[in-house]
């Protein structure tokens, strides 16, 4: 991708105190992204409603957040809500919609003192009006931010965004803008919604499911990935620390060899 926002050697700075031991500042992700799985589940498990592992889960995000800050992991995007959420019953989308507009109210403060810089990806503008507001504040307000970038994945389909990209790219050839052999990975890229952010050097998943489920499908080519059994709201930063550790031990050839298997 052309767009990159942040490279490794752009990325904020983790705190000596801040970082385990056991981890290297060079070889930790540039950009980590979340599907956040698992709240339901453990709501169910301790017989409470399933909005409560909501409210839950959105604890276990702000902790992520600032712990990815302390780490020097540049940015975070998290699946907050996709396409195919809308089928979920009418009570529990409408409890979302207005969890993430308290939410955005709530911790504009914060984010601004913190510097985070937050912006959301996906279609917004099938959005509830006043969320679609709410977004369009937390935005505007946090973009001179220079810390961390805090992307969320909301009303966000991977299938879609693609689709709408090809719409876009053939309307320019349509028109006489562009040239078919023109067409090439960093200016398909730059059609996407993540066109000013760079691919996801790690993706969590969490409740142990082994699928994307429609989550950054271009962005995801060259992403390690780390799959945990743990229900979204328990992921802690222990668990965080597990997944860094699993992360410095990965060999990132991107489709080439590693030196070690160069010889002969």
């Not at 991708?1 to 540039?30: E, H, Q, W």
């Not at 969320?152 to 719409?167: D, F, S």
């Not at 919604?193 to 969490?206: E, F, N, Q, V």
């Amino acid at each position: 991708m052309t767009a990159n926002f942040i490279s490794s050697s752009a990325a904020p700075s983790a705190s000596a105190s801040a970082l385990p031991g056991d981890l290297l500042p060079g070889r930790m992700p540039v950009h980590v992204a979340v599907i956040m799985d698992g709240n339901g589940r453990w709501a169910k498990q301790r017989g409470l409603p399933r909005i409560m592992g909501h409210r839950k889960g959105v604890d276990t995000l702000k902790k992520l957040l600032r712990c990815c800050r302390d780490w020097g992991i540049g940015a975070l995007t998290a699946y907050a809500f996709s396409t195919e959420n809308w089928g979920r019953p009418t009570h529990e989308v409408d409890f979302l919609m207005t969890l993430f507009e308290r939410v955005l109210r709530q911790e504009l403060k914060e984010m601004m003192a913190e510097d985070v810089r937050i912006q959301f990806v996906g279609n917004l503008a099938a959005l509830p009006e006043t969320l679609q507001r709410e977004i369009d504040r937390a935005v505007t307000q946090t973009q001179a931010n220079q810390g961390i970038r805090f992307s969320v994945a909301t009303n966000y389909g991977g299938r879609e965004e693609i689709l709408q990209a090809c719409r876009a790219i053939a309307t320019q050839v349509q028109q006489g803008d562009l040239n078919p052999e023109d067409i090439d990975e960093s200016l398909f890229s730059r059609h996407l919604y993540t066109a000013d952010i760079s691919d996801p050097d790690l993706l969590i998943r969490t409740s142990g499911e082994m699928r994307i489920s429609n989550f950054l499908l271009w962005q995801l080519a060259y992403s390690e990935f780390y799959i945990t059994d743990t229900l979204w709201p328990d992921f802690d930063t222990a668990e965080f620390h597990q997944a860094m550790k699993a992360f410095q031990k990965r060999d990132r050839r991107f489709g080439k060899i590693s030196n070690s298997d160069s010889g002969d």
